[in-house]
């Protein structure tokens, strides 16, 4: 997986509220335009860039998991795509 380094990354992540902190509803009306791929009651996937999903770890609004690079998430979808073209 990419380095976490460059603030201008996009990332597929999966944001968790924090316990005890806002909840879903608060989450997607923060003004850090999140691009929210998947939504449930419990968590949200989303395609954001690094700075983005940094400052909701700063601010405690959110657990992340760094799922992988938009990049790296097109190379494998491409991949799949010339697979079950096979």
Avoid: C, F, H
């Avoid at 992340?64 to 697979?83: A, F, G, I, P």
């Amino acid at each position: 997986m990419a380095d976490r380094q460059n603030p201008d990354t996009r990332w597929i992540a999966r944001l968790t509220p924090m316990p005890g902190g806002v909840d879903i509803e608060r989450l997607l009306q923060t003004s850090l335009g999140l691009d929210v791929w998947e939504r449930n009651q419990e968590e949200l996937v989303v395609r954001a860039y690094e700075s983005q999903l940094r400052e909701l770890e700063r601010r405690r609004l959110a657990s992340v998991q760094w799922l992988r690079t938009e990049r790296e998430y097109l190379s494998e979808k491409e991949s799949d795509e010339e697979e079950s073209q096979t």
